[in-house]
């Protein structure tokens, strides 16, 4: 048989080569290979949180939608299912070809690994519940007890409201749970707005609110929608953080006004605990308000409807719209 001419045995071995660079590139097997899509190492039984035998879910939603870290589920199908997972740890890899993929711990539980500076990776604001808590020791799960968040009722009249005054308007404080590391009067610590990262993660910001500083997760407010944010939660542009966000027009479009004479905002709760705090000025001369003076525990600032108000929660965002 005759050998090939030289020029052939070039091109040859020149396609081969091309061949086997192309093969050894294909690092994701037609999906995008992105820091937000990486394949998954397949590493067989995942133990879960009781014992069971189950499997590593990927770290972006929605197919482990409970968390945006990953997580543990009793089998490759209910990855996709809210709610069927149970936090894991992830860290970054190579496969055989070089590709980059996320490599389970092997077990659900763990801590997160830490940076140089020792600030946690732990996302602050995850959802939680009281009987599984939060992955933070530091952290308070933040639950609503029933009707807590709701707005008006006949103990906190809403002024103005166009279905009376009484109407109770529904409202979760923090919905599917809250775990934050800096929340006052639940956790043994607060953070600080110039130095969040000590206490609310690299991940976090300090949001300074009216009940004091709360640690967030830190969201771009100029991203579509709520960013990064969970469902429920809005991308505060004051803060660039994720705040508990509107649940409905109606809430939209209340706020609760001075009307009692004393400087500041006094809720029926504030009053109710310290009456002083709720009595006028002029009760010792002549008082504008004699009732004021004579009960100061119902001297409460009251929630008003804004009968002109035109905004509108929006289902995308979470936020409140004009």
């Known amino acids: 048989m005759r050998a090939a001419p030289a020029r052939l045995r070039v091109v040859n071995r020149f396609l081969l080569l091309l061949i086997v660079a192309l093969v050894a590139c294909d690092c994701s097997g037609g999906e995008p290979s992105s820091d937000d899509e990486l394949p998954i190492q397949d590493l067989g039984v995942v133990l879960g949180p009781d014992g069971a035998a189950g499997v590593c879910c990927r770290p972006d939603p929605p197919s482990c939608s409970c968390t945006a870290t990953g997580g543990w589920a009793p089998s490759r199908a209910s990855c996709d299912t809210f709610g069927t997972c149970d936090e894991a740890n992830w860290s970054y890899g190579t496969d055989e070809w070089g590709c980059p993929i996320l490599i389970g711990s092997g077990s659900w539980e763990g801590c997160f690994p830490e940076p140089d500076g020792g600030a946690p990776l732990i996302s602050p604001g995850e959802a939680c519940t009281p009987e599984r808590g939060c992955r933070s020791a530091a952290s308070a799960c933040l639950v609503d007890e029933p009707g807590e968040g709701d707005l008006g009722g006949p103990d906190d009249p809403i002024l103005n409201h166009p ?24 956790t043994d610590a607060t953070c600080d707005p110039e130095d969040p990262h000590p206490l609310c993660s690299i ?24 960013d990064i944010c969970r469902d429920g939660y809005r991308c505060d542009p004051e803060h660039a953080g ?15 006004e ?24 002029d009760c010792a001369t002549e008082p504008a308000d004699p009732e004021a003076c004579a009960d100061p525990a119902s001297n409460f600032d009251h929630l008003v409807y804004d009968t002109e108000s035109t905004a509108t929660c929006d289902p995308e965002s979470y936020r409140c719209v004009e």
């Open 163 to 186: 279905d009376g005054e009484e109407t109770v308007v529904e409202r979760t404080l923090f919905p599917d749970g809250w775990c934050n590391d800096s929340y006052p009067g639940e």
């Open 203 to 226: 991940r976090g910001v300090c949001a300074e609110l009216s009940i004091g500083p709360v640690c967030a997760e830190e969201c771009d407010p100029t991203a579509a929608a709520n």
């Open 242 to 256: 994720c705040l508990p966000g509107c649940q409905s027009d109606d809430q939209c479009r209340i706020a609760r």
């Open 258 to 281: 001075e009307t009692n004479g004393v400087d500041g905002l006094q809720t029926p709760e504030d009053c109710a605990a310290m009456p002083i705090a709720c009595t006028p000025t």
